[in-house]
């Protein structure tokens, strides 16, 4: 049986990732569970920022951005970065974070993130007070840990963290590959 | 150490929807992974079809869609409507999914999918081939199987899937609540 509810945001689980911006000197780390992917032709992603944010300030002037991909190994510091603003405190004193620097954008990369995505930012799609940063893919850097053996990302080995409902999940393996069911 | 790759979609693992569109009689189911919420203030969420798809087609024509979240009791239905196209079979037939009426939109919810969520379709954002259906959400349906003793979506009773590089997981039990590290 099926219970009716009124509107809200229930799509999930989503990928919790750290979003970094600044200038390589004045920096911040946000942490969002708002993302997708956008565009394949030109690899694009979206990121999701709610209301006014220091962060969002940041990636504004600079108009760039990195998206860190944390594993399981940096969730207390996924849930401090959630939970401390970036104006009032640094994130990188205050995790022990170390910066890493991007090969195309000013804004340091998360040495410990085994995914950093580096991002020119191409368009922010405003609605009410969310904005959707659009990013173009310039770089990408893999921890050489967490590929297999053909040189692609092994996501059991990146241990990611989903999240939904206020809780952090990790993943079991993977239990099939795309197209099982046409066979 | 860390590997330099050229630009590519890294934003993973994402929730493995199926979105469906029509009028209730002439349907179609589409598997989708790249999604996201988009705004809390009046809940939009996102999904993105890329290329010309008939799906695109439907929704376009009734400005509305619905998304369905299965569950891991439902992955192979989720991997078959992935890989047929909606212009050529009936994916109802093709899965044996049951068509359920929504509440405000013309298109059929799956019975089978413990969550189903009816959007009006508010906005196309294009980028190049990728269309970002911006969809406003009009009406949950929840299963109450998958409610928590408060009413709450529980996600380890939806067990739901997540997709990264062409495989479906699972998710382990949840580790910890937001906010555990600012303690």
Redesign the interface.
Known sequence: ???????????????V?LVTSGDGKKDNIITIA?????????????I?I?GKKYSLDLIKEHKEFI?N?PG?KN??????C???HGDKVDKYKLTGFTKEKA?EVKASMIKECP???ECKLE?I?V????N?L?G?????????KI?DNN???D?KKLD?I?????????????????????K
Not at 34 to 46: F, S, V
């Open positions: 049986m099926k219970k009716v509810m009124e509107a809200t945001n229930a799509m999930f689980p989503l990928p990732v708002w993302t997708t992917n956008i565009c394949r032709k030109t690899p694009c992603i979206g999701i709610n998206v991909i399981q969730l207390k510091e996924v849930d401090i959630g939970g401390k090969k995914i950093n995505i368009d799609y609605k009410e007070t969310s959707l659009i173009k893919v310039l770089k990408l850097h893999i921890d050489e590929l040189g692609k990302i996501y990611p989903v999240y939904a409902q206020k809780t952090y999940f990790p993943l079991k393996e993977g239990i099939a590959k795309r197209g099982f069911g046409l």
